[in-house]
């Protein structure tokens, strides 16, 4: 019966990089090219993927008439780099730059709060899981427990929201509106960090101010083209040119066709 560690070898991926593959409009076979790509290369602690033909495509059960086509497709598209005349395959972290749509029905807002949820909730599915006698090998048993306590059952434990302690928000109340405002939310413990950086800086004032100039000129533009919020946030500062000083500058420069 196989049963991976987190000690065994593995490949990190970051959770946004994750979340966006999942949420975008790729195929099946699309996905598998992705995830072969990024086992070969970050998963053996390379940036690119050196193939040898296209027959090593039928490991994931893909034909070799088909992979062409597909290659060109996500190099087009700039899900990764093809440099065909060496074989090699680089898969762009950057998910900005993709130009595959994210699924109309997928909601970045749900997703944030189902993590949110699991997180929270951590405990009480460990408690659960120990009563059914689930804790696969690997995973931290907990201590033993009296007559009394092992007599419980699984509807004993209450998993209403009521019993679920609240987790500290970590958040501070001026970050989350500005999450809540902000046009296209992601990655949100990275936007934090962000945010927290830019405080050193600018007020609070400024940087909300700066969301929302930079959501008036977004307005009606698709979502796949608006910057994330970590990214808006991020070292390439691109909040800049939106806070209130340099925002009216540009739009001055609008008005007289500059």
Not at 3 to 28: C, K, L, M, V, Y
Not at 58 to 85: F, Q, T
Not at 113 to 137: A, F, Q
Request: net charge positive; with cysteine.
């Amino acid at each position: 019966m196989a049963s991976p560690q987190p000690t065994d070898a593995h490949g990190i991926i970051a959770h946004d990089i994750q979340e966006n593959i999942i949420t975008r409009n790729f195929t099946e076979q699309q996905l598998k090219i992705i995830y072969l790509i990024i086992r070969l290369s970050w998963g053996c602690g390379l940036k690119a993927w050196q193939y040898n033909s296209y027959r090593d495509f039928e490991a994931i059960g893909i034909y070799k008439s088909d992979i062409a086509g597909h290659l060109k497709y996500l190099d087009y598209n700039r899900v990764i780099e093809w440099i065909e005349k060496y074989n090699l395959l680089i898969f762009n972290k950057d998910y900005d730059e993709w130009k595959i749509p994210i699924n109309k029905k997928s909601s970045p807002g749900l997703m944030n709060r189902l993590v949110h949820e699991s997180l929270k909730n951590s405990n009480d599915v460990r408690e659960l899981l120990t009563v059914l006698g689930k804790i696969p090998n690997g995973v931290r048993k907990f201590p033993e427990r009296s007559e009394t306590e092992t007599s419980t059952t699984v509807k004993d434990i209450k998993l209403s929201k009521e019993s679920i302690k609240e987790s500290i928000n970590i958040y501070t109340p001026d970050f989350e509106k500005f999450y809540s405002l902000y046009p296209n939310p992601q990655n949100k413990q990275q936007s934090f960090k962000n945010w927290k950086t830019c405080l050193k800086k600018h007020s609070v004032e400024e940087l909300l101010k700066a969301s929302e100039n930079y959501k008036n000129s977004v307005e009606g533009r698709d979502r796949q083209y608006i910057k994330t919020s970590s990214n808006f946030l991020g070292r390439d500062k691109f909040y800049i040119d939106y806070l209130p000083e340099n925002y009216k500058e540009v739009e001055q420069l609008k008005t007289r066709g500059w």
